[in-house]
Structures are given as C-alpha cells and as structure tokens.
C-alpha cells in the first residue's frame, strides 16, 4: 500500500473558520509493537484492545491566518490552561503530516485539550491524544472536501495518527484492532491499523481492564529510545518472528474463547516486551518492586481460585489486570483487597473494552 493516496489534491471548499471536536480512548496491546523502521512503520504487528473510560477530549478551533505563512500558528491548552511544553510534540507532528494535509499552514489553531484519566497517573496520552488530534484535523479536512467517505476519513485519520505516535493508530475504532500487515489478517498493513475483522467468542465481550497505577512519575526512557533500541538488538530478528506467531494464535484463541491460552500469550507478550529493554544496550527496567509483586499475587490468586485473571503491561510500571466480565465481582473485590495496596497512592482506574473514538 502506498502512502500517496492520502493525498487528496485540490479542496472543493475554501473555510475561513470553524472548529471540529473528537473524544479518543487509549488501547492496550496484547501483542506488542516494539520497534519501528523509518517514517513509523512497525516491525512487526499488533493488536489491541480498545479502551473504554481512558480517554482524550479535543477541541480545534480554526481561523485563516492573513500574511506569512512559512511556519504553523497554534496554542494548545491542557484543562484550559496554556501548555507551552506540547509544543514541540505538535510542531513535529505538523512537520511529518504536512505533505497530507497541505491547510496546515493557512490556519491558526486554538488547541484545547483533556484526558479523563490524571496526566500525571503514568497512562501515555499519547494514544488517545494523537488520535484525538488527528480525528480533528480529519474533520477540517472534510470540511474543506466533503466529498471524503467515511472509510477514507477513518484511514487517514488512522495514518496520521499513527504518524503522531505508533500505537495511536489503534485507538479510532474498537474493540480490537490489528496493525502492521500480516498474512492471516485481511486488510492488515502498516500504514493504518484496521478493525479486527474475524469472529470474537462471547468470553472476550466486555473485556474487564483494571489499571493498577504503580508508578505516576515520568518515564525514565521514553518509547521513542526504546523503540531505537531494537535497531541492533540481540533479539530482533527472534522477537518480530515471535509477534507474527502471536497473531496467528491470537487469532485462534480469540475465535475459540481459550481463556487460558489468552493468559499464556498476553502475559508472555508483556514479559517479552520488558525482556528487550533489559536486554537491549543500553538496558533499562521499567517495571518496579511493586509491578512484580502484583504479579506474584495474581498468579497465585488464579492457581489458587482457578478463575482467568492476567495481566499485561505497558512501556512503564503500571499493571493493567485483564478478566472476563463474568468474573468481575470476585476478581475486583481481589484486587481491591490485595492489589491496591501496591498503588501509588492507593490508585487505580476501572476500564474495559471500548467502541473507538466519538465526534463530539
Ligand atoms: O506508540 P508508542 O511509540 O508510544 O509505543 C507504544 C509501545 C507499547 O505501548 C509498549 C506497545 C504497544 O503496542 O502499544
């Protein structure tokens, strides 16, 4: 697949105002992208599910700007208040999307901006927030050429998404989606990330995620290096060979309802995922004390109650614990009597499994 369709050529409408507003939940991942090539391509593909509570709230408005045009015009405001520091993040992800949306230097924007989850919990915004932010400069674009479907509309706002952060393509639609092309998965490609497209056994429905927040502070090493640090690394060639395997399983397991077989494959993943950063030169930790002794608790409470409770992580500390909606009331009143205690604060966040992002 080729880029350049994401180009449209000449608008059919000229604006000189207005605004577009998108909410965009987070994902996360059972099988994990780590490592990308060149202009945000993955190394191998992925898949996730889509959540439901974590989520971003954006609002763009726009004017026509008069004069020079040589460089993008925007203020971003997080909870109304300015936020100088996304600048930079915003003017590379203008600079990577121009050649897409060539309106970008004729408006000034006024970007404001809200996560339902604190920013400061260690969930990355940037799943939702790129999405968010790509859904509404999508929408402009639609403004400007209405004749745009609405399977191109969600494509490219996958693809520029994408172009914001990786795994931000996956946050559009729900309740899982694939990206990064793979032979068993129709329509898969490492441009977008699309819809899963295969049956999903009832187990899977309403997917419980409780997000144990272990750790609030920043990251020590940023995905952005670690993705980096798969170039050379060890265990490349193994670990993207090991990631098309778990989609051709998860595809089975997800169609047979195999709860255990989940468990194995979605735990493995996170293992491995932090099995390359610390493996990776230079090597990093980013689990803490806490992130394995909730481990510990949850193996031990599923072998001694035998009920499908597992985790997953991400690039950070923070334990996301995923069960069968059937199973909630035990595995909650678990992990509030057990697990919470390892949490920052006490803190935590009950998510499952989302629809994908609203026009708002
Ligand atoms: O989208 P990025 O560049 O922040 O990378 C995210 C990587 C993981 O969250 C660790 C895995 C994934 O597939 O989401």
Same mark, same amino acid.
């Given at each position: 697949? =080729? ?5 449209? $050529?000449?608008?059919? @409408? ?35 599910? /889509?959540?439901?509570?974590?989520? #971003? ?26 936020? !100088? ?5 915003? &003017? /590379? ?28 919990? $260690? ?14 400069? +999508?929408? %402009? ?44 998965? &129709? ?15 009832? @187990?899977?429905? @309403? ?39 778990? %989609? ?23 293992? #491995?995922?932090?099995? +390359? +950063?610390?493996?990776?030169?230079? *090597? ?11 481990? =510990? ?6 072998? &001694? #109650? ?16 995923? *069960? !069968?909606?059937? =199973? ?24 499952? %499994? ?7």
């Amino acid at each position: 697949m =080729n880029s350049t369709r994401f180009k449209l $050529g000449k608008y059919t @409408n000229t604006l000189t105002s207005g605004s577009a507003s998108w909410s965009s939940p987070s994902n996360i991942a059972l099988v994990k992208y780590w490592g990308k090539k060149e202009h945000q391509i993955p190394e191998n593909p992925s898949i996730s599910f /889509t959540l439901d509570a974590c989520k #971003t709230i954006t609002e763009i408005k726009f004017e026509k700007r008069e004069g020079d045009q040589s460089t993008f015009s925007f203020e971003v405001f997080l909870d109304d208040m300015p936020k !100088p520091d996304f600048h930079p993040k915003i &003017e /590379t992800f203008f600079n990577r999307i121009e050649a897409y949306l060539p309106f970008l230097k004729e408006f000034h924007f006024t970007i404001h901006t809200q996560n339902t989850f604190p920013h400061s919990s $260690g969930i990355a915004s940037s799943a939702s927030g790129m999405s968010a932010l790509a859904l509404c400069l +999508m929408s %402009i674009e639609k403004q400007l050429h209405p004749a745009l479907s609405d399977s191109d509309f969600i494509q490219k706002a996958s693809f520029l998404a994408r172009l914001g952060s990786g795994s931000a393509c996956r946050s559009l639609e729900g309740d899982l989606v694939v990206w990064g092309a793979h032979p068993e998965i &129709e329509g898969s490609n490492d441009l977008f990330g699309v819809k899963y497209p295969y049956k999903v056994h009832d @187990n899977f429905k @309403n997917y419980q995620d409780t997000i144990l927040l272990v750790d609030k502070g920043e990251k020590q090493v940023s995905s952005t290096i670690g993705h980096n640090l798969m170039h050379g690394h060890p265990f490349a060639k193994q670990r993207f060979d090991q990631a098309v395997g778990n %989609i051709s399983k998860i595809k089975n397991i997800l169609e047979s309802g195999d709860l255990e077989a989940f468990i194995a494959l979605v735990e493995s993943e996170a293992l #491995t995922l932090h099995a +390359m +950063m610390m493996t990776s030169m230079p *090597y990093f930790i980013l689990m803490k004390p806490n992130t394995l002794e909730i481990i =510990n608790k949850i193996w031990s409470f599923r072998q &001694e #109650t035998g009920l499908p409770i597992s985790f997953t992580l991400d690039a950070g500390a923070n334990v996301h614990v995923l *069960y !069968p909606e059937k =199973n909630a009331d035990q595995i909650l009143e678990f992990i509030k009597s057990q697990l919470v205690a390892y949490c920052q604060n006490g803190h935590y966040i009950c998510d499952k %499994i989302g629809f994908g992002a609203k026009q708002s």
